[in-house]
Nanobody, 123 residues
């Protein structure tokens, strides 16, 4: 079992930055792939970025490449999402997820989910 708690969301102006954190508890964190997803109003949940358990493999959605950076600190059981150059279309609830089966862009590959943190980007 892995419990995930996101933090760091908020309201920011376009062009600004936020850093999301996801604190995990549970023995499997250090060997689980971790992903960030987001869901805007009336939209399906979509993949943002993911990182393998050794941090050697990283996936990112095309829409965030060059702006968002995922990282993890296994000693602190925490995964981060640094978001720069934010745009209004980045507004969504952001979720972190743990995937013991391995790194994937699919929501179905992740067994454990946090409650989400709201990110709102204003013009």
């Amino acid at each position: 079992q892995v419990q995930l708690v996101e933090s760091g969301g908020g309201l920011v102006q376009a062009g600004g930055s936020l850093r999301l954190s996801c604190a995990a508890s549970g023995r499997t964190f250090s060997t689980a792939a971790m992903g960030w997803f987001r869901q805007g109003p009336g939209k399906e949940r979509e993949f943002v970025s993911g990182i393998g358990w050794r941090s050697g493999t990283i996936y990112a959605a095309e829409s965030v490449k060059g702006r968002f950076t995922i990282s993890r600190d296994n000693a602190k059981n925490t995964v981060y999402l640094q978001m720069n150059s934010l745009k209004p279309e980045d507004s969504a609830v952001y979720y972190c997820a743990a995937g013991p089966k391995g790194l994937s862009r699919a929501t179905t590959a992740y067994d454990f989910w946090g409650q989400g943190t709201q990110v709102t980007v204003s013009l």
